[in-house]
Each structure stands twice: as structure tokens, then as C-alpha cells.
């Protein structure tokens, strides 16, 4: 195996988080591993609702952060809560001085939505429904002015190399389907911000590659996964036969858009107070059991968008358009899709793994924000707060270093072999049995599909990945026997009594867990 030294820090990971800590450690040299052109393959340029921030005077960081604690359900870490909404503000203010256009009103304030589960409007914007690609357009220009920062394109992790439980660096392989030889770049710390797991469901709302693979790789290195069983389902993704399924953002219903079924019926009023605004496991949930039901769920936009809709909301009218829906006359169908991994590898206040040398920033991490139901867009706001908060700790933990060779990569040809059906069956599984309501019956066949799948194809390391993320996913669903948050188990329909608790996992225990789940199976 080729080996390169570099004096570079490595971020594996292109979206929000990876860039903001790269620019934040700037002029520290640093290496950006990702797959595809940058802003192109990251969940982050997909988000549509926008940054959550107290921003009105009426508001405060102590109601944002007092609302994060109760839709987390339970197991949100109140200090975490605090620090992440303390500091909001500083970020969208930053954010504007690095060039992000969000929209403002005439005397110059900025334009707040309200989202589900927010008792303010505090969700800033741009352009309606474009802030994920706004903002990620604004730092990537800033990205390519930075002479510290190497963006290696075409390039994806599929391994860190670890000794003496010390993280030295990461294994990468060509991005193309074509694949290559892995070379391992050594280097003295690791940053991970690779996205979260949506792709590992059959219908979802993230980029093709967001697929469990950087959780997969930390679990299989032996870092500590904390809350995997926490995948939050998007209530209102566009159920239109796309792969991945447009997103209908939470701001339609933030402006007056309602949920109805085939029959013209709303269902949401009876179902919470809040409605078409209550926190996302339980509209994801009522959705979901008019799917089940074959009363076919749309969001209705007419009476309270109209023609505005697209103005409003060009990227949801821009998905309308090529399914030949005209949202101002046509309510649109709307499926749950796996959108956001509440779980992931466990970190501190310091945004420190378990191995030494790991930082994870963003949806790969699990820091204890979101609980067991992410506040809607505290997603970005996490991967700000927390990608600076590791470009310090990488700063303050390495001898300063004023320049480096760039790094290059000659990829030795390698033949990947073709997983295309494997990971079809894996996806079918995650959303068939691990998906929105969840049982013991169905956790159990989806480990051994899983263990199946990975003894036929474990010769792949991205899909070993994946493999290991799904396990981890579907063992601590399994072993949660109670409903809390987005974990909803048919079986288990009560909330424990008392605090909830947070679920701590390594994939050994995870892989002793499937393996009594196989034995079941004989």
C-alpha cells in the first residue's frame, strides 16, 4: 500500500463543516478530501430551510436553546444546547461578512421563517429556499482565495489508519466508479466531516454518497458511536420517483402550506397542537400512516402561497415543474425520507472522538445537540459552531506549521468491484425494517439481510462501511426498547419513565448483537 506523509491537517468531507474548519485554521496547511466537484456532492448545499439563530429581539438564545431541549426528546445535553444557540448569532453575522446573501427586509433586518417545534421565527434564510447553496457557494469561494487550503477532488476515504489507538491518518481510494489501489496519507490529525447516513434508506433526501461511509469508517477504526438508533425522517419529501426524493421544505408550512390527504381531509390537527408545525417525528409519523393507509398525503400550498409559491420558493417550484405539478393549483405528494443521523461518532464539548487524533464536525458527529428529533436547521448551525470549535483544538494541539507540499496522488489502477445491487438490497432493508415505525421482528431480519450482504461483498471497504453504519443503526434500535423521539418502536409505543438516556456503541457490540440476531435466523 502507497503511503504519503503530509504536514497537512486532513478534513475528510466537502460540505459546511469541512470548509468553515479549513478556513477557520487558515493559514494552518490543510487537506480537503472530496469525491465530487466541491459544492456538488454535500448535504449541505441541499438545505433548504436555512440557519436557526436568534436573531429578533424578542427572541433569545435561552428559548432556542430551551426549544432544542424539548424536541430532542430526552437526551439533548443541556450544555451542549446552550453553547451551540449562545453563539448563533456570531455565526450568520460572520457568515454575511464572508459574502452569504441572505435575505433581508427593507429596513435591513434579516427575514425569519419559523419551523416546526421553534416558538420564534428564527430560521435565516436566503433566497427562500436556496441557503444550503448560497452559503456553501459563499465559503467555497473563499476556499479557492486561501492558499493554505489543497481541495482534493475525485478523491474518497474509505479508512483511517489507527495505531495504539492514535488516529495517523487516512486511507483513500480513487472516486470514480472505476475505483483504484488505497494510498494512505499520514498525517498528524484528522478531521471528519463527511455527512450522515440518509442514503443508507431507499427513499431519502441526501446526495447519492451520504451514505453512512464516514460513521462506517471511525466505528470499524473503533471509535465510539453515540445515539445511532436517531434518524430523523423529513416529513414532507416530494413523493415523485426521484432518487434521492426532492425536499419540500419546512418553511412552506412555516408560511400557512397544510397537510392533506387524497381525500381533501387535514390530518394534523388532530394529531398535535401545533399541527402542520409540530415537531418532526410526529408529522413524519402521521404522514406515514396515511401512506399506509392508501389516503396518499400531499402538501397543500394554494390558499396560503398561491402564485407566490414560486417566487417564494423557487427550488421546490423548480421540482414541481419537472414532475408537472403547478403547486399554486396542485397540492403535492409528500412522503417521509430519511434526511438527517441525529446519531453518529460520539465527540466531547471539544469536538474530540474516542480515538486520539479524531475530530468530527457536523452530521458525521454526535455531540449531544439534536437528542433523539433534531430541531429544524440547528443541522447547519451544529456544523458551524462545532467545525470551529475543532479548528481550534487542532490549532491549539499541533506545533505551528507555516507551509506544506502540496499533496499528490498517483492512483494506481484497481478494478472496484461493481456493488450496485448490494447496495439496492441494504437500502431496502434500512427502509423496510429500520425505517419510521420499527419493531423487533423487523430489526432482527434487517441485521441478518445486513450480515448476508456484507459477507458476500465485504471485499469492498465503502460498502463495509456502510455495512457498519446500518448494523450500528439497526442494534441500537433494537436494544432501545421504548419510543422516544424519532425512534418509534410498534412494540414498545411508551417513553421510558424518568431522563432519557443517550446509547453509546462500539461496532463490536453492535456485531455481537447481529450475530445473535443470525442465530435466531437458524
Known amino acids: 500500500m502507497t503511503e504519503i506523509t503530509t504536514d497537512r491537517v486532513v478534513i475528510v468531507g466537502a460540505g459546511l463543516g469541512a470548509l468553515y474548519a479549513a478556513l477557520k485554521l487558515a493559514p494552518r496547511p490543510v487537506a480537503v478530501i472530496s469525491p465530487d466537484p466541491l459544492g456538488?456532492?454535500?448535504?449541505?448545499?441541499?438545505?433548504?430551510?436555512?440557519?436557526?439563530?436568534?436573531?429578533?429581539?424578542?427572541?433569545?438564545?435561552?428559548?432556542?436553546?430551551e426549544d432544542t431541549v424539548k424536541a430532542g426528546a430526552g437526551t439533548v445535553v443541556p450544555d451542549v444546547a446552550d453553547l451551540v444557540t449562545r453563539e448563533a448569532r456570531d455565526y450568520i453575522l460572520d457568515l454575511t461578512t464572508m459574502g452569504t446573501p441572505f435575505d433581508r427586509s427593507e429596513d435591513g433586518g434579516y427575514v425569519l421563517s419559523r419551523e416546526?417545534?421553534?416558538?420564534?421565527?428564527?430560521?435565516?434564510?436566503?433566497?427562500?429556499?436556496?441557503?444550503?447553496?448560497?452559503?456553501?457557494?459563499?465559503?467555497?469561494?473563499?476556499?479557492?482565495?486561501?492558499?493554505?487550503?489543497?481541495?482534493?477532488?475525485?478523491t474518497i476515504a474509505v479508512g483511517?489508519?489507527?495505531?495504539?489507538?492514535?488516529?495517523?491518518?487516512?486511507?483513500?481510494?480513487?472516486?470514480?466508479?472505476?475505483?483504484?489501489?488505497?494510498?494512505?496519507?499520514?498525517?498528524?490529525?484528522?478531521?471528519?466531516?463527511?455527512?450522515?447516513?440518509g442514503g443508507l434508506y431507499?427513499?431519502?433526501?441526501?446526495?447519492?454518497?451520504?451514505?453512512?461511509?464516514?460513521?462506517?469508517?471511525?466505528?470499524?477504526?473503533?471509535?465510539?458511536?453515540?445515539?445511532?438508533?436517531?434518524?430523523?425522517?423529513?416529513?414532507?419529501?416530494?413523493?415523485v420517483g426521484e432518487d434521492p426524493a426532492p425536499l419540500a421544505t419546512e418553511a412552506l408550512r412555516g408560511e400557512g402550506a397544510v397537510l392533506i390527504n387524497k381525500h381533501g381531509a387535514r390530518f394534523m390537527q388532530a394529531m398535535h397542537p401545533d399541527a402542520e408545525l409540530a415537531p418532526r417525528d410526529v408529522v413524519a409519523r402521521a404522514i406515514f400512516a396515511e401512506v399506509q393507509a392508501g389516503n396518499r398525503p400531499m402538501l397543500d400550498t394554494r390558499t396560503a402561497l398561491g402564485e407566490r409559491v414560486k417566487d417564494l420558493f423557487p427550488s421546490v417550484a423548480s421540482y414541481c415543474a419537472r414532475n408537472n405539478i403547478d403547486p399554486a393549483r396542485d397540492?403535492?405528494?409528500?412522503?417521509?425520507?430519511?434526511?438527517?443521523?441525529?446519531?453518529?461518532?460520539?465527540?466531547?464539548?471539544e469536538g474530540r472522538a474516542s480515538l486520539s487524533g479524531l475530530w468530527v464536525c457536523g452530521e458525521a458527529s454526535s455531540t449531544g445537540l439534536h437528542g433523539a428529533n433534531r430541531l429544524a436547521s440547528n443541522g447547519l448551525l451544529e456544523a458551524l459552531v462545532y467545525a470551529r470549535i475543532c479548528a481550534d483544538g487542532i490549532a491549539d494541539t499541533l506545533p505551528p506549521v507555516a507551509d506544506a507540499d502540496l499533496i499528490e496522488i498517483q492512483f494506481a489502477d484497481g478494478k472496484s468491484p461493481n456493488k450496485a445491487k448490494a447496495v439496492e438490497d441494504l437500502r431496502k432493508t434500512m427502509t423496510q425494517n429500520v425505517?419510521?415505525?420499527?419493531?423487533?421482528?423487523?430489526?432482527?431480519?434487517?441485521?441478518?439481510?445486513?450480515?448476508?450482504?456484507?459477507?458476500?461483498?465485504?471485499?469492498?471497504?465503502?460498502?463495509?462501511?456502510?455495512?457498519?453504519?446500518?448494523?450500528?443503526?439497526?442494534?441500537?434500535?433494537?436494544?432501545?426498547?421504548?419510543?422516544?423521539?424519532?425512534?418509534?418502536?410498534?412494540?414498545?409505543?411508551?417513553?421510558?419513565?424518568?431522563?432519557?438516556k443517550r446509547s453509546r456503541m462500539y461496532l463490536s457490540d453492535a456485531l455481537t448483537i447481529r450475530a445473535q440476531a443470525c442465530k435466531e435466523l437458524t
Open 160 to 197: 483511517l489508519a489507527v495505531s495504539d489507538g492514535q488516529v495517523t491518518g487516512v486511507a483513500v481510494q480513487d472516486a470514480s466508479e472505476d475505483g483504484s489501489q488505497t494510498v494512505t496519507l499520514r498525517a498528524s490529525a484528522v478531521l471528519l466531516a463527511g455527512g450522515g447516513s
Open 331 to 349: 397540492p403535492i405528494p409528500v412522503a417521509p425520507a430519511a434526511h438527517y443521523h441525529m446519531g453518529g461518532i460520539a465527540t466531547d464539548t
Open 40 to 65: 456538488e456532492g454535500a448535504s449541505s448545499a441541499w438545505a433548504q430551510g436555512g440557519v436557526a439563530a436568534a436573531m429578533d429581539r424578542a427572541d433569545s438564545p435561552e428559548s432556542h436553546a
Open 435 to 500: 425505517g419510521v415505525v420499527r419493531d423487533r421482528a423487523g430489526l432482527t431480519r434487517a441485521l441478518q439481510v445486513i450480515e448476508a450482504l456484507e459477507a458476500e461483498h465485504g471485499d469492498c471497504q465503502q460498502f463495509r462501511n456502510m455495512c457498519a453504519t446500518a448494523t450500528l443503526i439497526a442494534a441500537g434500535a433494537l436494544v432501545r426498547e421504548e419510543s422516544r423521539g424519532a425512534h418509534e418502536r410498534s412494540d414498545f409505543p411508551e417513553t421510558t419513565e424518568g431522563p432519557g
Open 202 to 239: 431507499a427513499l431519502t433526501t441526501n446526495p447519492p454518497r451520504i451514505r453512512g461511509q464516514v460513521i462506517g469508517m471511525a466505528a470499524r477504526a473503533g471509535a465510539l458511536i453515540a445515539d445511532a438508533e436517531f434518524v430523523q425522517f423529513h416529513p414532507t419529501a416530494m413523493d
Open 116 to 154: 416546526a417545534a421553534h416558538s420564534f421565527a428564527r430560521v435565516v434564510r436566503v433566497k427562500g429556499d436556496q441557503a444550503g447553496s448560497e452559503i456553501m457557494a459563499a465559503l467555497i469561494d473563499r476556499v479557492r482565495e486561501t492558499p493554505s487550503i489543497q481541495v482534493l477532488e475525485g
